[in-house]
């Protein structure tokens, strides 16, 4: 099932999360459904945040084929590699804008997999970017708050003309 969205500025987007309790029967259909919303939506990540539930839960999928999706619940940073780069970023809940936003190269995540096993995930590039601004997510952080604060009233206010057009 297809679920909304939250668009920035929505203040929704700025809960903390909080953890997942057991991987039972609900999550498993809401993980289905976080994967096929961002799918339907061109994305590479999805935070339950971003759909207005307030659960540590994460779905990414970088790969070429859309066919290796990454299922992570209750994540934490357990390491980060001591370079950082500037890299363009774009967000489900911030449709059509991109800004550069400095992240670790590299990352290694504790988190439950769907299956109910903690792993541990090794990420860098791509993987390990979406990883922290999904995680980001979870935190009640949108990636427009690394900009400086003229930018990020630009942005709002273009997301509120938007909205208001939208409903128009």
């Given at each position: ?75 934490e940073l357990v390491w980060h590699s001591a370079e950082k780069h500037l890299n363009e970023e774009g967000c489900l809940s ?75």
């Amino acid at each position: 099932m297809l679920l909304p969205i939250l668009y920035y500025p929505d203040p929704k987007l700025h809960t903390v999360a909080k953890p997942v309790v057991a991987v039972d029967k609900r999550v498993q259909t809401l993980i289905a459904d976080m994967l096929q919303t961002m799918y339907e939506a061109k994305g590479i990540g999805l935070a339950a945040t971003q759909i207005d539930v307030h659960e540590r839960l994460i779905v990414i999928d970088v790969s070429e084929d859309r066919a290796a999706p990454l299922v992570l619940i209750n994540p934490e940073l357990v390491w980060h590699s001591a370079e950082k780069h500037l890299n363009e970023e774009g967000c489900l809940s911030v449709p059509g804008i991109y800004d550069g936003v400095e992240r670790f190269d590299a990352v290694k995540v504790n988190a439950i997999d769907r299956v109910g096993q903690i792993r541990l995930v090794e990420a860098e590039g791509l993987l390990a970017k979406c990883i922290q601004h999904e995680m980001d997510h979870l935190l009640g952080k949108v990636f427009v708050e690394y900009l400086s604060p003229l930018k990020r009233n630009r942005i709002r206010k273009k997301m509120l003309k938007a909205q208001r057009e939208e409903r128009e």
